[in-house]
């Protein structure tokens, strides 16, 4: 079965969103925000946000798909790490993404 993201994550954005997602103690980071009720990414706004900014004005479609893909990526990591989603939050600090998951431990 074929995902929705599967021709993006090889693309140098893709490439380059994961290297950042899956950066050494990101999971933790990850964590913590959840422990405090903030979603999972935003752990990630100030290095994503860096990285698709000139997408937010030249490719709009692109932005978006690229922001669905990081969470996406996140929720992954987080359901692997033995968490589920608690809730879903419609604000994110960093104003990056529009919506998140705040995630906890499997009970």
Not at 32 to 56: C, H, I, N, Q, W
Not at 99 to 106: L, M, Q, S
Request: a positive charge; hydrophobic letters at 40%; aromatic letters at 10%.
């Amino acid at each position: 079965m074929t995902g929705r993201f599967d021709d993006f994550e090889n693309t140098e954005l893709g490439l380059q969103l994961d290297s950042l997602i899956n950066q050494k103690d990101r999971l933790i980071e990850m964590k913590a925000f959840s422990r405090e009720g903030f979603p999972a990414v935003t752990a990630l706004v100030s290095e994503m946000g860096e990285v698709l900014k000139d997408y937010k004005k030249t490719d709009i479609k692109k932005f978006n798909f690229a922001k669905q893909f990081v969470g996406d990526r996140v929720a992954k990591i987080m359901r692997e790490a033995g968490y589920k989603k608690i809730k879903t939050q419609k604000s994110v600090p960093g104003k990056l993404f529009t919506v998140g998951a705040v995630w906890g431990p499997k009970t």
